[in-house]
Nanobody, 120 residues
């Protein structure tokens, strides 16, 4: 069982930057594919990006490409989401998630989420 705890959310102005962290415990962190998801008010939760086990391969949804960067530190059991050039459309609750199988569509474990609000 993996426990995930996000931190780093908050209020930021348009064009600003923010770094989210997700600390994992209770499992072998380096054996989990990690993802960042976000859910805007009144909308479905969607994937923002995914990082592979070693951290040398990432995937981003088109809307965040070039602005968001996912990284991981397996020694610290932590995954990060660096966000820049933020817009009001990035306002959402951000969740990190973990899955054991690289082939699985669904993620197995989820954090509680952290709120990011971008003000204009």
């Amino acid at each position: 069982q993996v426990q995930l705890v996000e931190s780093g959310g908050g209020l930021v102005q348009v064009g600003g930057s923010l770094r989210l962290s997700c600390a994992a415990s209770g499992g072998s962190f380096s054996t989990y594919v990690m993802g960042w998801f976000r859910q805007a008010p009144g909308k479905e939760r969607k994937c923002a990006g995914i990082i592979n086990l070693s951290g040398d391969s990432t995937y981003y949804v088109d809307s965040v490409k070039g602005r968001f960067t996912i990284s991981r530190d397996n020694a610290k059991n932590t995954v990060y989401l660096q966000m820049s050039s933020l817009t009001p459309e990035d306002t959402a609750v951000y969740y990190c998630a973990a899955k054991k199988s690289v082939y699985a569509k669904e993620f197995d474990y989820w954090g509680q989420g952290t709120q990011v609000t971008v003000s204009s």
